[in-house]
Nanobody
Framework: VQLQASGGGLVQPGGSLRLSCVAS????????IGWFRQAPGKEREGVSC????????YYADSVKGRFTISGDNAKNTVYLQMNSLKPEDTAVYYC??????????WGQGTQVTVSS
């Protein structure tokens, strides 16, 4: 059972990145998949999540209208499209999968740095 997060990098303010979270060893169809982030000196916070069952999604107020979460069950992958990035979005981003019976499973994190 593994989650592999990728897609982070250095981007200028106003730029975009797309993060990917690939699951292996289990299928995401029956899980809630979330993206969390942790900035230096701050607690980990929830950014967005999506239901693998019905596709319903949730966004933190700080990213609403700028980030979009989506899933591709055929690829067992969840994406986080991040647009209009701000310096305060700088953090390590983690993906997470859980349901009432299994998990939570965590990916290893991918660094996002927004800076000019």
């Amino acid at each position: 059972v593994q989650l592999q997060a990728s897609g982070g990098g250095l981007v200028q303010p106003g730029g975009s990145l797309r993060l990917s979270c690939v699951a292996s060893g289990f299928t995401l169809d029956y899980y809630a998949i979330g993206w969390f982030r942790q900035a230096p000196g701050k607690e980990r916070e929830g950014v967005s999540c999506i239901s693998g069952t019905d596709g319903s999604s949730y966004y933190a107020d700080s990213v609403k209208g700028r980030f979009t979460i989506s899933g591709d069950n055929a690829k067992n992958t969840v994406y986080l499209q991040m647009n209009s990035l701000k310096p305060e979005d700088t953090a390590v981003y983690y993906c997470n999968a859980q349901n009432p019976w299994y998990g939570p499973y965590w990916g290893q994190g991918t660094q996002v740095t927004v800076s000019s």
